[in-house]
């Protein structure tokens, strides 16, 4: 595995495993909170994902420096994303290892393709009035994501996809709701920014993207998850 993708996996995990820790010292000096402390399984929905469109504007070409490489960014459709979702839930915190995977419809000059997105995400949960069956929350976290656009970089007369990879920051606010000690269900507000800054297409060089090719979205997430 390239050392990059080392320092930026564990750069990811450090601030939910922090928050983690941090708050290990109040779980030992209050009462058990509503919900049970364990490891959990949990599925999210985030309805109509999309990218803001500030970069992937369906208008615009990246070219090599130097060179004839041509990869498009296209601006993509609104889908629905279903998240699955590992992690381990103490008293008043939670760290959460996650998946996206989302098919688009990518628009290029009102030529129609196809786009994939995809995120690995490491994110802290902090949890209020935990004693009580409903308890507000607060998440924060990063992400690895990589955005594929099929047929999207062309070189001469060769055409193959174009893969943009880089870094993210999840946000999120909103309450969990326990129906159970074991069963969560919660609702909340999601905002996460991207930056994609490497890309390779055709030729299959590396490519580092500067200026940083920043995306956001903001939409509603319901979720639930099972505690072990």
Do not use: C
Not at 26 to 47: I, L
């Amino acid at each position: 595995m390239p050392t990059h993708v080392i320092v930026r996996m564990l750069r990811l995990a450090a601030v939910p495993l922090l928050l983690l820790v941090s708050a290990a010292p109040a779980w030992s000096q209050v009462e058990q909170g509503f919900a049970k402390d364990g490891g959990f399984a949990g599925v999210s929905f985030v309805p109509d994902f999309t990218f803001d469109g500030v970069t992937f504007d369906g208008r615009t070409v990246y070219k090599e420096v130097g060179g004839e490489e041509l990869m498009i960014l296209p601006r993509v459709d609104a889908r629905n994303l279903v998240r699955f979702v590992l992690g381990y839930r103490a008293r008043q915190a939670a760290i959460e290892v996650s998946y996206d995977r989302t098919a688009h419809n990518g628009t290029f000059l009102d030529v129609t393709g196809k786009a994939t997105f995809q995120a690995v995400n490491v994110d802290g949960r902090y949890f209020f009035a935990t004693r009580r069956r409903i308890q507000p929350h607060l998440l924060f976290g990063g992400s690895l994501p990589w955005f594929t656009v099929k047929d999207g970089s062309f070189l001469d007369s060769r055409v193959a996809d174009a893969s943009f990879q880089g870094w993210g920051m999840n946000t999120e606010a909103g309450a969990t709701v326990y129906v159970h000690r074991q069963l969560g269900i919660s609702v909340g507000y999601n905002y996460r920014i991207v930056w994609f800054d490497r890309a390779t297409g055709v030729s299959e060089k590396l490519y580092d993207l500067r200026p940083r090719f920043r995306e956001t979205s903001g939409a509603l997430v319901v979720a639930t998850h099972l505690i072990f």
